[in-house]
């Protein structure tokens, strides 16, 4: 792979308590097989011990790597919503593509250089994989791919790697659900504005990504490979209760108004936004 034809590459590591995955999944990174120009590092106010971590690892990290920048920022008092934390690395990254990495999760060594192939079209602007979900042992904890877990809200593609206009994706199943794994299968593009629509995504607590992917596809296309190249990590204490499901489907049924009023949609997806809705109401308990 020679140098001049790599893409800039920022990596965003959002941390808060997190420290026993730190090490770990930064030597990831490292050892992409596509390698990353720039680190950023955010802490939000951890209370274990994840700033003294970071710390020593970057120390190793500048000796055994000094051609890669390294930035941290470590927040006195917690910011409270993630979407912020997502907000500040951005508007400190100098690379012109972005992989938001949660530190829990876990990636294969050729990751990067799966997604970036799918930005070889100008228009693309955002590149994902599949996942799998694991758990605390980095066990798999669903047999599945965690993209065909959620196949019962979309329309299935035919192919199993694509690009494809963000208009057809939104059609497809991004507007009727949020379709896109987990973040740290994704990686963007940083573009103009780029700001505002996470200053947007952080009205919402627990849907923020998927306003933030929509609003991406409404602006190029989509790149999709269906290798399993990411490993979402599902803790086992982690419960939703009745009172987040009612948040949770408020946040779904804002978002769907939001997609149809700036969307034109077709008449078959606005359709099946219905049915989501009305399906998730019932599993959830929740009258209407």
């Known amino acids: 792979m020679e140098k001049s034809s790599l893409k800039k590459v920022s990596v965003i590591l959002p941390n808060y308590n997190y420290a026993r995955y730190f090490c770990e999944r930064m030597d ?12 950023i590092v955010l802490d939000d106010a951890s209370t274990d011990d994840s700033v ?7 120390v190793e990290i500048c000796q055994e790597h000094p051609d890669i920048k ?3 920022e470590f927040n006195r008092k917690n910011s409270g919503n993630v979407f912020s934390q997502w907000q500040k690395g951005v508007s400190l990254a100098t690379g012109d593509y972005i992989w938001i990495c949660e530190l829990d999760d876990r990636a294969k060594s050729n990751f990067l250089e799966n997604i970036m192939a799918g930005f070889e ?3 693309t602007i955002l590149s994902y994989s599949n996942s799998k979900i694991i758990d605390d042992n980095d066990r798999i904890a669903l047999k599945d791919s965690l993209r065909k877990a959620k196949d019962v809200f979309r329309k299935k593609h035919k192919f199993g790697k694509y690009i494809i206009s963000g208009m057809i994706e939104l059609n497809k199943n991004l507007a009727v ?8 299968a994704v990686v963007f593009r940083k573009i103009s504005g780029i700001d505002n629509i996470l200053e ?13 992917y929509i609003e991406l596809a409404k602006r190029g296309n989509i790149a999709y490979t269906n290798k399993i190249l990411n490993y979402h990590r599902i803790h086992n204490n982690s419960v939703t209760n009745s009172i987040e499901y009612d948040e949770r489907l408020k946040e779904i049924v804002s978002i769907h108004n939001h997609v149809q009023t700036t969307t034109k949609l077709e008449k078959s997806t606005v359709v099946r936004i219905r ?4 399906h998730l109401a019932k599993n959830w308990g929740i009258s209407e």
């Open 28 to 39: 990831e990174i490292l050892h992409q097989s596509y390698p990353v120009s720039e680190i």
């Open 52 to 58: 003294e971590v970071i710390k020593q690892k970057i």
């Open 70 to 72: 390294i930035k941290t």
């Open 121 to 123: 079209s100008k228009r």
């Open 177 to 184: 659900y949020n379709s896109i794994p987990n973040v740290s």
């Open 200 to 212: 947007q995504a952080k009205q919402y607590r627990l849907c923020g990504d998927w306003y933030f």
């Open 275 to 278: 049915k989501m809705e009305e």
